[in-house]
């Protein structure tokens, strides 16, 4: 079996920061978005929230 090394695509999400407390539906449940999570929208529409610290560690603004 040969092992290979691959790098994950680059993918263009959309994202808002929350004011409030709310609750998501993603596709693992519903879940708990606190104050200041981002709130990310997927390729395919899913919805999932993120830690800020996270968040930056990962994505990066795109600019138009």
Same mark, same amino acid.
């Given at each position: 079996? %040969?092992?290979?090394?691959?790098?994950?695509?680059?993918?263009?999400?959309?994202?808002?920061?929350?004011?409030?407390?709310?609750?998501?539906?993603?596709? %693992? /449940?519903?879940?708990?978005?606190?104050? /200041?999570?981002?709130?990310?929208? /997927?390729?395919? /529409? %899913?919805?999932?929230?993120?830690?800020?610290?996270?968040?930056?560690?990962?994505?990066?603004?795109?600019?138009?």
């Amino acid at each position: 079996m %040969e092992v290979k090394k691959y790098r994950k695509k680059p993918v263009v999400i959309t994202a808002y920061k929350t004011d409030k407390e709310i609750y998501i539906e993603t596709l %693992e /449940g519903i879940l708990k978005a606190n104050v /200041g999570d981002y709130i990310i929208t /997927g390729v395919n /529409g %899913e919805q999932y929230p993120c830690k800020p610290d996270i968040f930056h560690k990962t994505y990066e603004e795109v600019e138009d």
